[in-house]
């Protein structure tokens, strides 16, 4: 169950700024009814400053909420001031959002940006950097950079990335990219010899794989190695579990695939 703040509750109950403004000076929109959530935000705009700001949005109560706080935060706002608001902070502003609805700030901030490339005049163009970084992760500001590093750094998987920046921890819209970045700057031995690969497999059968089985009773032992095919045998309770198949493939291949080499095959031996 996730905890929302009071600021969310009150502002989804009562939002502020509900409608539409005729004749505004600049429109934005952001998200997609196919998606769930569609946000779009009017702005009224006099000497370089924000008068008024109104919105209408099909979401969620974070969407309504994050909607809401963010007309009041840029009403009497510069364009320069407002145009510095990152969805980060508009969460701030709710007292914090729920991980899994931070995508509801990122929503804001893009509608409220895209409505600044109206009033100015700019093309929206996909790939855009952040002060000159790359963002993957928007709900938690990620960029390329800091997920290389952090890969760099040691970090194998995609939850290993989550401890270290949160990236991937939000709407995980950006899971697929930082997959491709894990798989691009993860260094995999693939150029073992013979004797090495069969060490390295075992290595990991012992390490990663059989603690894991031995929860339930169950153990894995190798058999033989041909090529890219490794061949185990299961024991214990998982010799004769009814999922040994998904275990397999689920488990213990993707295990060598990610530690060892991507194309290991596993195969039962009985």
């Known amino acids: 169950m996730w905890e929302y703040s009071d600021k969310v509750k009150e502002h989804y109950k009562n939002p502020k700024n509900v409608g539409y403004i005729e004749n505004a000076d600049a429109v934005g929109e952001a998200g ?43 009403i009497g706002k510069t364009l320069q001031e407002a145009r510095k608001i990152t969805n980060k902070d508009i969460a701030n ?69 989550k401890e270290i920046n949160y990236a991937g921890g939000g709407c995980t819209r950006c899971v697929p990219n930082i997959k491709m970045l894990l798989d691009k700057y993860t260094k995999k031995e693939t150029n073992l010899n013979p004797v090495q690969f069969i060490l390295k497999i075992n290595k990991v059968l012992e390490t990663n794989v059989a603690g894991e089985l031995g929860k339930d009773s169950g153990g894995i032992e190798l058999v033989n190695v041909e090529g890219k095919d490794v061949y185990v045998k299961l024991t214990g309770t998982c010799s004769s579990c009814k999922n040994a198949t998904l275990t397999l493939k689920n488990f213990v291949e993707a295990q060598l695939r990610e530690h060892v080499d991507p194309e290991i095959n596993v195969i039962e031996v009985k």
Do not use: R
Not at 34 to 49: E, H, R, S, T
Not at 118 to 140: A, S
């Open 32 to 74: 997609a009814l196919a998606c769930g959530d569609k946000l779009k935000i009017y702005l009224k705009i006099d000497n370089g400053i924000i008068t008024d700001a109104k919105f209408q949005t099909f979401g969620c109560g974070s969407a309504v909420a994050s909607s809401s706080i963010l007309t009041e935060m840029i």
């Open 93 to 161: 502003e709710l007292d914090g959002l729920p991980p899994e609805k931070m995508h509801c700030s990122v929503m804001g901030h893009e509608a409220l940006e895209d409505a600044f490339k109206n009033y100015f005049g700019e093309d929206n163009k996909e790939g855009e950097k952040v002060n000159n970084e790359k963002i993957i992760c928007n709900c938690f500001g990620v960029s390329e950079a800091e997920i290389i590093e952090a890969i760099k750094n040691g970090a194998k998987t995609l939850d290993e990335i």
